[in-house]
Each structure stands twice: as structure tokens, then as C-alpha cells.
């Protein structure tokens, strides 16, 4: 009788289920916010991003998009 040899994850499938780092999701936020989001991207994010990450994420970008549009505009009027 032939014993199973366990198989090892490949390199992609252990990357894969890793969570995303603070620079991977900011960097998904402003490309999304600005419509320029890869798919490979959007399907990395939608596979092993958290809602919660992306939520805040999203709302510290737009804070600070708004207030640097505010400053942009007090600077030239």
C-alpha cells in the first residue's frame, strides 16, 4: 500500500492567502478612487483584502483628498 505524500502549498497559493499590508490597501484606495484599479488587482483585493481595512481606508482617502482640495483653493483665492 502506497502511503499519500502530503503536497506543499506553491508559492502563489501561501502568497495568496496572506492578508494585505497597510501600502497594498492605501495603494488599492487611491487607484479605485481615481478609476484606474487593475482587475488582477480588484480580484487580490476582493480574495484576501478585509471589509473593514477598505472602509477606513476609503475614508482616510477622501478626508484627505476634500481638505487638500479646501487648501488648494483657500491658496489661490
Not at 24 to 49: E, L, N, P, Y
Request: aromatic share 10%.
Amino acid at each position: 500500500m502506497a502511503e499519500a505524500i502530503p503536497q506543499r502549498e506553491t508559492v502563489t497559493e501561501a502568497h495568496e492567502s496572506e492578508d494585505l499590508t497597510l501600502l497594498q490597501v492605501m495603494g488599492s484606495v487611491f487607484a479605485a478612487g481615481f478609476g484606474v484599479q487593475s482587475k488582477d488587482k480588484k480580484v487580490r483585493d476582493f480574495t484576501r483584502g478585509k471589509p473593514l481595512q477598505f472602509i477606513i481606508a476609503g475614508l482616510v482617502f477622501t478626508l484627505a483628498f476634500l481638505f487638500g482640495l479646501v487648501a488648494i483653493v483657500n491658496l489661490i483665492v
